[in-house]
Nanobody
Framework: EVQLQASGGGLVQAGGSLRLSCAVSGITFDDYAMSWIRQAPGKEREVVSC????????YYADSVKGRFTISSDSAKNTVYLQMDSLKPEDTAVYYC????????????????????WGQGTQVTVSS
């Protein structure tokens, strides 16, 4: 059974930083994409960043480019999201997600493309 355990959310002032972690376990696919997807109140889900396990392709939404950094530790099967220069509009529940079935490389930018999801962690940025 594939499980994703996200952690690291919290309350931070605008301009501050947080690092999210997502531990992936039980996955048997050789290759997959790992992403962070967020959903703010009243808004649609948005793929914030995506990392391909095999080819290292990385995607960032325009709204976070230059401020967020995705990375992974293969030994720990963990993906991270370093979030700097946080803004109040970054407030959302952040989910880690994996696309594995039928994965053909690269990154996926539609939330509906993801097979497995973690439980979400709240990030709140105060002004």
């Amino acid at each position: 059974e594939v499980q994703l355990q996200a952690s690291g959310g919290g309350l931070v002032q605008a301009g501050g930083s947080l690092r999210l972690s997502c531990a992936v376990s039980g996955i048997t696919f050789d290759d997959y994409a790992m992403s962070w997807i967020r959903q703010a109140p009243g808004k649609e889900r948005e793929v914030v960043s995506c990392l391909s396990k095999s080819d290292g392709s990385i995607y960032y939404a325009d709204s976070v480019k230059g401020r967020f950094t995705i990375s992974s530790d293969s030994a720990k099967n963990t993906v991270y999201l370093q979030m700097d220069s946080l803004k109040p509009e970054d407030t959302a529940v952040y989910y880690c997600a994996v696309r594995a079935r039928g994965y053909g490389g690269g990154y996926y930018v539609r939330p509906n493309d993801y097979d497995y999801w973690g439980q979400g962690t709240q990030v709140t940025v105060s002004s």
